[in-house]
Each structure stands twice: as C-alpha cells, then as structure tokens.
Nanobody
Framework: QVRLVESGGGSVQAGGSLRLSCEVS????????MAWFRQAPGKEREGVAA???????TYAESVKGRFAISQDNAKNILYLQMNSLQPEDTAMYYC????????????????????WGQGTQVTVSS
C-alpha cells in the first residue's frame, strides 16, 4: 500500500526557511512522478514543485528561485527546501505521487496524482 508522510512544517517569520520532508513507502520509488502541492484557507490546492520520473523539475512561477524540490532515492524521501518565505506561502503542504508519466506543466495539476499524504502546515508571519 502506497503511503506518503509529510513532516517539517512549522511557523516562521517572513524571510525565513523551512525544509519539508515526505517519507515514501509501499512502492518502488523510481519511475514515479512526485510533487508538492499547497492549499491555503478558502483557496484551491495548487501545485508548487514537481519531479518527473527522469528527475526533471517543474516549479510554479510564484516559488521559482525560492523553493527547491529534491529526492533521496536511497532513503525514499522527497524534500522541499523553502527559502525567503512570505506570508502568502502560508498553507497546508501536501506530498503527492503517481506512477504514470507526466511532464512539464502537467506535473503541477492535482488530478494527475493518485497518492497523497496527510499534509503539514506552514505558517509565515510578517
């Protein structure tokens, strides 16, 4: 059974940094698309950063240059390094995975993913 467990959320001041982790179990890590999504209160879930099955990255315009997605294949962990955080980054952050092949902007579409974690809260104060 596929399981994704996020951690690393918290409260920081504007300009600060956080690193989110997503521990993956229940399937072969290689060959899956992986992504981070976020959902702020009253807003739709949006794709933030993604890795395709070849390791290529895709980012939302709002986080380019500030966030970085990476993975540790040996440990089956997906990371999201978030720098220069702003109050508008406040949201619940979710890890997602799918075994199908998606590329480019498709990687940031919620409906492309079958597996989801429970989320970790990130709060940025001004």
């Amino acid at each position: 059974q596929v399981r994704l467990v996020e951690s690393g959320g918290g409260s920081v001041q504007a300009g600060g940094s956080l690193r989110l982790s997503c521990e993956v179990s229940g399937y072969s890590y290689n060959g899956y698309c992986m992504a981070w999504f976020r959902q702020a209160p009253g807003k739709e879930r949006e794709g933030v950063a993604a890795l395709d099955s070849d390791g290529h990255t895709t980012y939302a315009e709002s986080v380019k240059g500030r966030f970085a997605i990476s993975q540790d294949n040996a440990k089956n962990i997906l990371y999201l390094q978030m720098n220069s955080l702003q109050p508008e980054d406040t949201a619940m952050y979710y890890c997602a995975a799918d075994s199908r092949v998606w590329v480019g902007s498709l990687l940031l579409q919620e409906r492309r993913y079958n597996y989801w974690g429970q989320g970790t809260q990130v709060t940025v104060s001004s």
